[in-house]
C-alpha cells in the first residue's frame, strides 16, 4: 500500500510541477497576448486530455483489483466453507462414539448385573 501512496504523491507532485513550470514559461515568453491564449487553450485541451487518460487507467486499474479482491474472497469463502464441513462432520463422528461408549455397558458393569 505504501508503494501506492508513494506513486500516487509523485503524480501529484509531477502534475504540479508540470502546471507551474508551463504557466511560468507563458508569464516569461516573448509573444503576444492573441498567442499566449491560444497556447493557453491548446495547453488545457492537451491536459484535459492527459487527465481523461490518467483517470480512464485508474478506473481500469480499480475494477481490475476490484476483480481480484472478489476472485480472492471467493476462495477463501470456499476454503472456509469446506473446513467448516469437516470439522461438523468430525464433531458429529465424535459425538456418535460418545453416544456409542454411553450406551454400550462396560464388561464390569456387566459381570455386576
Do not use: C, N, W, Y
Amino acid at each position: 500500500m505504501s508503494d501506492r501512496d508513494e506513486f500516487g504523491a509523485f503524480l501529484v507532485g509531477f502534475i504540479v510541477g508540470g502546471l507551474t513550470g508551463a504557466v511560468v514559461a507563458l508569464l516569461f515568453a516573448p509573444q503576444s497576448g492573441e498567442e499566449t491564449r491560444a497556447l493557453i487553450k491548446d495547453k488545457s485541451i492537451e491536459l484535459r486530455d492527459r487527465a481523461q487518460h490518467s483517470a480512464e487507467e485508474a478506473l481500469a486499474r480499480a475494477e481490475e483489483l476490484a476483480a481480484d479482491a472478489r476472485t480472492r474472497a471467493d476462495e477463501l469463502t470456499k476454503a472456509a466453507r469446506t473446513r467448516a464441513e469437516e470439522l461438523a462432520t468430525e464433531v458429529k463422528e465424535r459425538g456418535k462414539s460418545a453416544m456409542d461408549a454411553v450406551r454400550k455397558p462396560k464388561k464390569s458393569d456387566e459381570a455386576a448385573a
